[in-house]
């Protein structure tokens, strides 16, 4: 009689951790949380899955004029493995214009290879209008970001900024995971802000 054959159990891929899945965009999503260290004297601005507590609070991103754009690069380290960006990610971002004016608020999502920079998908909001005691926490949407490898030794990149629409202001943005109070942005007393700078970043699920 011959002997039953043995058969070994199905490789299982690497699934990567996500917050939730987009079913009708085939997509796992990761959020990502905004934050500053300090090294050697210089700020570095970054996002992490972690919530640390950031070291500042708040960015002045300078004066607005009509047309003028001032934003921030918040990174994620090197990768260790390719991953593949692909759907809809948003961006809860709050910000205020000092001393009047108005401004939009826009969010771009490219890849950094440490030298230069590679444009993927951006997205914008609506014109705000100050009297200069405007604090609001919005949403940002990028849709249709297009199937983008990401490669070993890469990073992901999130470029946060603000363009003025007629003259006069200074722009800041908050970004802080664990929601503390600053200067410019104190949640404590306006609940209808955060001082929690997050991205809901889409990747591609492997199927087989």
């Known amino acids: 009689m011959p002997l039953p054959k043995k058969y070994a159990p199905p490789l299982t891929p690497v699934i990567a951790t996500y917050n939730y899945v987009d079913v009708a965009e085939g997509t796992g999503i990761t959020t990502?949380?905004?934050?500053?260290?300090?090294?050697?004297?210089?700020?570095?601005?970054?996002?992490?899955?972690?919530?640390?507590?950031s070291n500042t609070i708040e960015t002045n991103l300078g004066a607005l004029g009509a047309g003028v754009t001032a934003d921030k690069d918040f990174d994620t380290g090197e990768l260790n493995l390719p991953i593949?960006?692909?759907?809809?990610?948003?961006?809860?971002?709050?910000?205020?214009?000092?001393?009047?004016?108005?401004?939009?608020?826009?969010?771009?999502?490219?890849?950094?290879?440490?030298?230069?920079?590679?444009?993927?998908?951006?997205?914008?909001?609506?014109?705000?209008?100050?009297?200069?005691n405007l604090r609001r926490t919005i949403l940002l949407k990028i849709s249709d970001i297009p199937p983008t490898l990401i490669t070993i030794g890469e990073q992901i990149r999130l470029t946060v900024g603000a363009q003025g629409v007629t003259a006069g202001g200074t722009a800041w943005i908050a970004h802080d995971p664990q929601n503390r109070d600053g200067t410019t942005f104190v949640p404590s007393t306006t609940p209808a802000i955060t001082n929690k700078l997050i991205a809901n970043i889409p990747f591609q699920i492997k199927t087989a």
């Open 32 to 53: 990502f949380n905004a934050c500053t260290t300090n090294v050697a004297g210089t700020e570095k601005y970054f996002i992490t899955t972690a919530e640390p507590y």
């Open 84 to 132: 593949i960006v692909k759907g809809t990610a948003t961006v809860n971002v709050t910000s205020a214009l000092i001393d009047g004016g108005s401004y939009f608020l826009y969010a771009k999502l490219r890849k950094w290879d440490g030298t230069s920079e590679t444009e993927i998908a951006q997205g914008s909001g609506s014109i705000l209008a100050t009297d200069g």
